[in-house]
């Protein structure tokens, strides 16, 4: 038993450490990243309240099962490279998922500190043993099974995609994966915006397959370039479809075709892919509105309304069905918008949005919301109360209610299993699909998830297609 | 990186690029279009391909210079390269022997019509096209159209060659002439494409259009190309880029694509301040 060893006392004592990150007055007008990291006293210090379980509870809530124990013992032992070496045994992207993973419900959960008090900073140290690394460690190549003269397509180059390229290419496999965008990254390059996710650090992930030997096509679009088929018959043996769920979802309510609607998708991609936050020096525009409505309460939701601060807007309201305890988005993404200056309309659904003779919006009509008994997804149904209608003046709104399949691959390979909402049938186990050698997973099978459960999805993916290519 | 293997000036601000691009040239039928970005701080342009030769491996491009974009894209030449070229986008047109097809192409957009009138003459039907421009020396595609067209009227629309008057005036004469036409595929700026379906749908003659809003991942992620059609919001890059021209709202289109015009007007004079050499420059 650890639990009264004098030593879990002195554990105790130590708080939790905060990164240092810019004040919210400054960083909610510029685009970098919000926390600087720890620097290497601060992690130690951290690392030090790790009790190193014997049986550590934070591995079985990691979806990838990182050594969580040993990467920290690591870090306190000043062995940092060692640390994010550790890391990226059983993850391909540990500066990613430190910085997006939500930890809070995974491994941290999980602590045995956080019964009685505040769990070890597990994605924090992750982020800073990965950073680390990146800057002040050079590249070593990992070990390589010899080659098996197979080859795999991998389609989409997201946080899937990704870990699926990297798990089969050290397999010994031929990699290729195919990206429909210019850039690689999928959702961590369109999606996720710089203040929380810095590309460069992506592009370091991206750059470190290549140099591992995974071949990576940008600019190929699956299901028009090639179907599933064509390229079985030109000679891969097995395919990863990891195409997620890109398709934007609008509520169908009436002037949503008015300039000034965006798609969260669509102002996210114009800033983060295009970077429209740097026109004109980048040449795509985007619309900069001073009061600016995000329709939605997920982590993609927060994300909008924190960039449309960072584009000038005076007033920025994330609306919201629910309550606050409803919304979906990480505890620390809803915190760093608050101290933004993010304003919160929760119980409130727009029914209708209103706009000028030129086509833009200029408002919208809301319905103030209540409460009632809890539906399928365990949340409690909002239901309108009548007669609450009211306006709301805006001239920009997101609406980032979350997004679909997209049915491009689906409807080029006939016999590819489907659910009723157009997503990949696929085993949760193997990610086996109803088609021999073809592999799906992450959002494309299970509808807007976390970067590390469509990780998870592709490491179970890329163990399956290795014993489907080696049976 | 794709090399631009020939270049032309087909009429004053409209130019045609031949690029190497053997995938999509094996792939790409008539009616599908490409995505192209000429350097790094570049927007993803949509384009039509006009033409294709799989044995070559060359697409076929024409596009205005209108805004910024287009204006650096025609600062390229033989020899150099477009950074990204993403396609074939969209359904490619449906084309089978309807019997008499009238394709009827406005301005730059005598060049998505083009491959169209090819196809259906191949599918053995009777083309009947109808091309027009503002001035003569706006008109492209003449000679081509003319190859692939059973019957070719050409119009401008102050009378310096042609036809004196509208596409849409040459299709009525057509018509009250007792012309039998079984389909309408109609491309060029909206207010000709309206214009033509509001004389079509009077005789109940199904009307294709193909549409052109802006568009930034040109493959069903983003929306900012949607439009109603038949009271349905649609992607055009997904779902179209052609639709029944008798259900499309136009006047919702037309608002749409002038969403950026400020925007737009800042990039072009700041490029055409620099000189027309591009911030970016060639990579």
């Known amino acids: ?471 | 990186m794709f090399p631009i293997v020939e270049t032309r000036v087909l009429a004053s601000a409209v130019k045609q690029f031949k690029v190497l691009a053997p995938e999509i040239a094996r792939k790409r039928q008539p009616g599908q279009f490409i995505v192209l970005r000429t350097h790094e701080e570049g927007e993803r342009i949509p384009l039509t391909i006009a033409d294709a030769d799989p044995d070559e491996g060359t697409i076929t491009l024409i596009f205005q210079e209108v805004g910024k974009s287009t204006a650096h894209l025609g600062t390229l030449s033989k020899g150099d390269s477009l950074l990204d070229l993403i396609g074939p986008l969209g359904h490619p047109t449906h084309i089978e022997k309807f019997g008499t097809v009238a394709c009827i192409g406005g301005g730059i957009g005598i060049a998505p019509v083009y491959p169209i009138a090819k196809g259906m003459r191949l599918a053995e039907n009777r083309v009947l096209s109808i091309v027009g421009a503002r001035t003569k020396n706006l008109l492209i595609l003449e000679e081509e159209m003319g190859k692939v067209s059973d019957f070719l009227r050409v119009c401008t629309d102050d009378g310096s060659y042609g036809y004196h008057g509208f596409v849409s005036d040459a299709l009525q004469d057509l018509l009250d002439q007792g012309t039998h036409i079984d389909l309408v595929v109609a491309i060029g700026p909206v207010p000709m494409m309206r214009v033509v379906c509001n004389l079509t749908k009077t005789r109940n003659l199904k009307t294709v259009v193909s549409l052109n809003p802006i568009m930034v991942d040109a493959t069903g992620m983003c929306g900012a190309c949607r439009v109603s059609v038949g009271g349905r919001t649609r992607f055009v890059c997904v779902d179209g880029p052609e639709f029944d021209g008798h259900e499309v709202n136009f006047a919702e289109l037309v608002k749409r694509q002038r969403a950026y015009l400020p925007q737009e007007k800042q990039s072009l004079e700041a490029f055409q301040h620099a000189g027309g050499a591009c911030g970016g420059g060639k990579r």
């Open chain 1, 1 to 471: 038993m650890m639990a009264e060893t004098p030593e879990k006392k002195k554990k105790e004592a130590i708080p939790r450490q905060k990164m240092p990150e810019q004040e919210a007055r400054i960083r909610a007008r510029n685009f970098e990243e919000v926390p600087f990291g720890y620097p290497a006293e601060l992690a130690k210090l951290e690392a030090s309240r790790c009790l190193q379980c014997k049986k550590p509870a934070c591995v079985a809530g990691c979806p990838v099962s990182i050594d969580i124990p040993s990467f920290i013992w690591m870090v306190l032992q000043d062995d940092f490279l060692g640390a994010a070496r550790k890391l990226k045994e059983m993850n391909t992207l540990p500066a990613v998922c430190g910085r997006v993973c939500p930890q809070e419900d995974q491994c941290e959960k999980m602590c045995i500190l956080g019964k009685k008090g505040e769990p070890v900073a597990i994605g924090r140290l992750e982020r800073f043993a990965a950073d680390h690394e990146r800057n002040h460690g050079q590249f070593v190549m990992p070990p390589k099974a010899p080659p098996t003269g197979k080859k795999v397509a991998v389609v989409g180059s997201g946080p899937a995609g990704l870990t699926v390229a990297g798990d089969l290419i050290k397999k010994g496999h031929q990699v290729t994966i195919f990206e429909a965008l210019h850039k690689a990254g999928g959702v961590l390059v369109y999606g996720i915006p710089e203040f929380r996710l810095p590309k460069a650090i992506v592009q370091a992930e991206v750059d470190y397959l290549e140099k591992v030997g995974v071949e990576i096509k940008t600019d190929r679009v699956l299901g028009q370039i090639a179907t599933v088929d064509e390229l079985m018959a030109n000679g891969y043996d097995a395919v990863f479809l990891g195409t997620g769920a890109g398709l934007p979802t609008f509520m169908n309510i009436p002037g949503e075709n008015l300039n000034g609607v965006y798609s969260a998708n669509e102002y996210l991609t114009r800033s983060n892919l295009m970077k429209a936050y740097l026109f004109p020096q980048y040449d795509t525009p985007i619309a900069r509105g001073k009061n600016v409505a995000v329709l939605g309460g997920g982590n993609v939701a927060m994300d909008s309304a924190r960039t449309a601060i960072r584009l000038g807007a005076e007033n920025v309201y994330i609306v919201y069905r629910r309550s606050k305890k409803e919304l979906p988005a990480r505890i620390e993404e809803v915190h760093h918008a608050e101290e933004e200056g993010i304003q919160f309309h929760f119980l409130t659904l727009p029914v209708k949005i209103l706009g000028n003779d030129d086509g833009w919006i200029t408002g919208m009509e809301c319905q103030r919301m209540e409460l009632g008994e809890p539906d399928s997804s365990g949340r409690r149904r909002p239901l309108p109360i009548p007669g609450s209608e009211f306006q709301m003046g805006i001239d920009l709104l997101i609406v980032a209610i979350g997004t679909g399949a997209n049915p491009l691959i689906q409807s080029t390979t006939p016999d590819l299993q489907t659910n009723k909402w157009g997503y990949i049938v696929a085993d949760p186990e193997t990610g086996a699909t109803s088609k021999k050698g073809v592999y799906a997973g992450g959002d494309i099978v299970t509808g807007s998830a976390t970067v590390i459960l469509a990780m998870g999805a592709g490491r179970k993916a890329a163990d399956a297609i290795h014993k489907y290519l080696m049976g």
